[in-house]
């Protein structure tokens, strides 16, 4: 990704052409990287919002934790989420075929933004590499930084 290209043999119409490429390839990471910002202030104040009412007495076991709907036998009853293991109904979580279990609406997007980020590849990376050494450059909050300081971060 780092390698520069040589536009010089190209023709007008052809850098035009390929600067526009570049710069809808841009435009198109800003965009998915303002929508993953969004869902994750979207998952704060729902996880603000679920610590609070599941400290009430024992809110969750009667309630649902988003909606607030009570649970009932057969109307509305209640399932698990897998992450979280709190009580949701039917209509704030979604079964997972693959796990075969409820995943509620707010994990769910929290696996979304995880995917999205690639959360997933540097904590993979990360426990992989467990106690070595690795360039700061390296890091996923770093990506920017020049790759002469010769500071090193421990994974």
């Keep these: 990704m780092g ?3 040589d536009l010089s043999k190209l023709t007008d119409e052809e850098a035009r052409h390929v600067w526009e490429v570049v710069r809808r390839d841009f435009d ?3 965009k998915e990287e303002e929508r993953l910002e969004e869902l994750k202030c979207k998952i704060d104040q729902e996880s603000s919002k679920r610590e609070f009412l599941t400290n009430q007495s024992h809110l969750n076991e009667t309630h649902c934790v988003h909606c607030l709907q009570p649970f009932k036998f057969l109307l509305n009853s209640k399932q698990q989420c897998l992450d979280c293991h709190f009580y949701t109904c039917k209509s704030c979580s979604r079964y997972n075929k693959k796990e075969q279990g409820w995943v509620c609406d707010p994990c769910r997007l929290s696996r979304i933004v995880k995917i999205g980020s690639l959360e997933w590849y540097y904590e993979h990376v990360r426990s992989r ?3 070595l050494e690795a360039p700061r450059c390296c890091s996923p909050s770093t990506a920017g930084c020049s790759q002469g300081s010769g500071t090193t ?3």
């Design 129 to 131: 590499f467990k106690g």
């Design 28 to 30: 198109l990471r800003k």
């Design 3 to 5: 390698r520069k290209l």
């Design 153 to 155: 971060q421990h994974f």
